[in-house]
């Protein structure tokens, strides 16, 4: 039983180590698009091996539990983590995709400066570090919170890509660099996806109440 | 005992049902967009639902069937099959996506005939149906050919994207138009990920090893 538990705590430290790369990525791409700094940019992608890494520890990890006929709620508990983490690998990727656009926006002349991006990924960051918070310390009110949020990254999303088409119209020549920012606001607004999804997870683990697919979210 | 092979074969068709919601949903939005049928892609997007439902079908099958302390091969069986289920929601979700675009599309005149993109679909649902007869029928060779479709499927829309691209800068008018047809690209890209994903689990599933984030499907 001691080592059980002591597997389940492993289980937990490697989906929050995951966590912390994923967290790490995401505002690393975001400084080597602000920064213009490409060797960031190539890091960030390096890196991503890493997380994908996890992923795998994860998975072995949770199998190894579940062959132990864990208890009903422990068995929720590990299949919301498998779970967890192929969200964190998914914004991992995300990172990779940021970063690769903004290598390609640091070849050309900065358009203006970017404001809308990184009130984006400060908004995300802090939906997944709520939504993991909320899986460790067991606290099912504070992922609740996280799930209307998801609206709000979503409307500065499609408020940054009208943006981007008008200016595209009037000045034909920014078109390849509107659409990198274009491609960089949908990549925030996926790991919002993700942190949402990651959020209502763990509102079912711990209220055993399936509110994925519900109408919450678009309250 | 035949009380859990029964339920081991409702979570098998749980899945395949889900999976041929997905699918008709993906060929639904492609055939609104070709052929400019409102109606058809609003319907796809109200019967997403649908899809929804059978995600939390599947993972009360599958916590149901944990809770029998199943044998280590069912295990994995268990698990893929609430990953699967995940990737299928997320190919709902892309087909909405594809209708809504197409929805938009249709209140403009056409660009040009549709050729790469429904050639993209037919690829992308070839290697979904293909990784999820493999899960069932317990093929591992028929999901290992499909990963290496995926580079295919990213070369088409990279080079869908190109071409939108320069046509925006010859013609700023088609800017929206454009934009439309190359998230429907990308969109289509994304599926293809869903269906290589499936079908690296179901290689894992059968064969025990796992090909995630190896260097295969980048041959």
Redesign the interface.
Known sequence: MTHYSEEMNQLKDAVLAMASHAESAVSRSLRALVDRDDALALQVQADD?TI??F??QV?DL??QL??K?PL?TD??FI?VA??IS?NLERVGDEACSIARRAHDLNAEPQLKPYIDLPRMAQMALEMLRNALTAFVERKPDLARNVIPRDKEVDDLNRQLHREL?SY??ER??T??RC?HL?VISKCLERIADHATNIAEEVVYLYEAK?I??SDLKKE
């Open positions: 091996n994908d890494q992923e795998i998975d949770a199998l579940l062959t006929a009903a068995l929720r299949t498998m779970k192929q088409s595209m119209v034909p020549t078109i390849t659409l274009m399936d994925r697919h």
